[in-house]
């Protein structure tokens, strides 16, 4: 597979150096406005429209494409809220218009520099605008405050959580624990490889896993997973996800299968470090090699 097209492909589904996290205090795009704005403008005579708001999930990080790799938008003492939106009646209104109230302040939807990944499995490929009238849109909040009056806002309404959402919003997330991320050692030509992950949540609320895996060796550097994973309190949760096919797309690099050295190497991309594991090619049953474990937290 060509490096454009593979990129092309990706960025279509579809984050400082590559696998780093990108943030901080300083770097809050849709800081807080004034909390009068959306209030103020339901009394005007903008027609009515109602939105079905779903939470897709409440990150400690957001995942966005940089051309050839996924990286993490995160700020110290900050949470990502994810919601799915979508139009029910009325006039749709535009992403820019919408705001989310927080701790008596209100917020703007997330203003991306690089092309943003699909943040859940929930919330489809698109963000949210008013032309398709659904997608999901993503506001950056304090990592914990008063949620109390919580509330979606638009010119012409206003959705509010339930208890369960605002107890969510209120509270510092809960620590998670990487238990294993498992790479296979060896992948055929022709195969796919596939990733395997353990999950633990020692909480008293849900959390959400977030982070891409990036790969170099045998194509160009390239994004090749994004992840998102819901983690009820209490419990580890495991999954696969499907990796990369292994394709030989030029028939000279025949040469480097079963040379004993490796040749790819993936990049897992999250909160709480980045950890790297490579593969060998070679035409032999793909085995799986060690796990990556340890109680590795955030």
Known sequence: MRRRALLAALAGAGALTAGCLRGGDADHRNRRTDASTATTATTGTLPASELRVDLDAIQPALVELDTDYYRLVAGSDRQYLVLSVSVDSGSPPSRSALRFRFDGEEYAP???????????????????????????????LPAAGDASDAALVWPAGTWRPDEQMRRLLAEPAPTLTLDEWRVPGTVSPGGTTVFEFAVRNDGEVPGWFVGGVNADGWYPHRPVAHLSRRVPPGETVTWEVAGEPIDLVEESWSEQVGDGEPDVEYELVWPGGNRRRSVRVAEAERTTGPADSGAHEW
């Open 110 to 140: 997330w203003q991306w520099e690089q092309i943003p990944a699909r943040q859940s499995k929930g919330s489809g490929d698109e963000q949210y605008t008013n032309q398709m009238g659904t997608g999901w849109v993503a506001f950056d």
